[in-house]
């Protein structure tokens, strides 16, 4: 019994010795990015795609085609402005799901996950696919549209996937 409990003790006190020789963390990371002025801009599509969420396999159809033409200046953009928080879209190829105008916000300015657009009737609720800095030059925002069936319930039938590009 001696034989088996020796090694064990052994290689539990040989890891707790390893774990505490670790090096302390030095300095410091800096200040955290600006997420909110790293909206600041205009954005033109660069790719559209969406998945059918009636589909068993929720495929993914890319229709960049009709979205992302090649002159860029027929394309649909976004202007966010951060001094006011106010957004504008100038349509282009492809339709716009979004709104026209209005302002914005995110759901934490620190960690943002979801960016709201509030238009004059109507409120967009879109979840960004990753966080934007300043110096980022792609935007990805998801918009899940929901639908009323007869019954009165709300149901989800498809997601509008838009990656924009800074310009």
Do not use: H
């Amino acid at each position: 019994m001696k034989k088996i409990i020796f090694p064990i003790v052994a290689l539990a006190l040989a890891t707790i010795g390893f774990q505490g020789c670790k090096p302390e963390p030095k300095g410091e990371l800096g200040t955290p990015f600006d997420l909110v002025e790293g909206m600041n801009g205009t954005w033109y599509v660069s790719k559209f795609s969406q998945v059918d969420l009636n589909n068993p396999l929720q495929e993914e159809r890319d229709l960049s085609q009709f979205f992302a033409v090649p002159n860029i200046e027929e394309r649909m953009k976004i202007t966010f402005n951060t001094s006011d928080r106010t957004f504008f879209v100038t349509p282009g190829a492809g339709k716009n799901y979004l709104l026209n105008s209005g302002t914005w916000g995110f759901d934490d300015d620190s960690a943002p996950g979801e960016l709201f657009l509030y238009g004059a009737e109507d409120t967009l609720k879109v979840t960004m696919s990753r966080m934007i800095r300043s110096f980022d030059n792609t935007l990805g925002i998801d918009l899940l549209p929901r639908s009323c069936n007869t019954g009165g319930s709300v149901i989800n039938t498809v997601i509008y996937k838009y990656e924009f590009t800074r310009q």
